[in-house]
């Protein structure tokens, strides 16, 4: 039985699949099984799959005839299907370094205690090339390695700001993930930090500052688009409203910094971009049914960004005159 279950889950990201399993092939590490899933593709990757049905690491290749239209439901049929102690989600459109297995195995080996191992990522483009570190996009903490209780760094970083932003980076604990709840599979687009959330309530946490992984940017996975910002503004609520209740988190700082993120940051998107008024409507009741003082912060936010809108369009109008 392999110590660790590699799970690549796929749909149209035949252009980056062989370099995805080439860098799984290549791992320093040898004692692991590879899952192949596609989710009823419509370009060549079920073709690139197959190719490797023979190879000695792959154990399973599972091909959908319908699109589940989940990608957090093919984590849990991989997850379903694996043998082994640990679970790499190493999605297919990144790569990764050839030691990032031996580095993370071992923090998981080494502490019986730790749920979820993780390494800092470069983020690169569709040609493969390194734009920045993610850990730009982090403070001082995440410069140097380190370890904590799960539910300490859930209280102080938790939802939305625990530093994984890549499921590819991320090595856990099978034990662990079968504790936890079916939640996150009712998600589209925040699945991944329920799932890393719930998982922080039942077991400790290991971060590598080494740059291991490889996050692709690419125009099918960006999300700039207004129709899957209004999804995920939605989710966001949902997910804090489940924790609230499930976790009782209302009195954690952290929680009430999320509610001003959402509050804030996120309410100037709506003003700016094309949501439809049902959304809108809907974003509403969600922020309103988390917290009652979050839904005038919310409005008052919209005010703010639409009369500073109304005024540049003004300025703008003027100049053209």
Known sequence: MPKVSVIVPNYNHGKYLEERLRTIFNQTY???????????????????????SEHSKVSRIVINTENSGSPYKQWSKGISLSTGEYIWIAESDDFADESFLETLVKVLDDNDKIGIS?????????????????????????KQDFSNNGIDEFNEFG????????ASAVLFRKAVFNKISSAFLGYRFVGDDVLWCEMLWNGDVAYSS??????????????????????????GYRCLRYFNNEKNCSKEISFRKKLKFLGSTWSKNLVRSSYDRSTNKQIFKEAARIDSYLLPRLVYHLLREFLIEKKVFKQQWAQKK
């Open 30 to 52: 040898e004692d692991y099984e590879v899952i192949l899933l596609d989710d009823c593709s419509k370009d060549n990757s079920r073709e690139i799959l197959k190719k490797y």
């Open 118 to 142: 993780y390494c800092q990522s470069w983020r690169v483009d569709e040609n493969s090339k390194v734009l920045f570190s993610c850990s730009n996009w982090l403070g001082d903490r995440w």
């Open 159 to 166: 939802i939305f700001s625990h530093g994984i932003f890549n």
């Open 210 to 235: 080494k740059n291991l992984n490889y996050f692709r940017l690419h125009a099918s996975n960006t999300s700039g688009k207004m129709v899957r910002e209004g999804v995920r503004l939605i989710e």
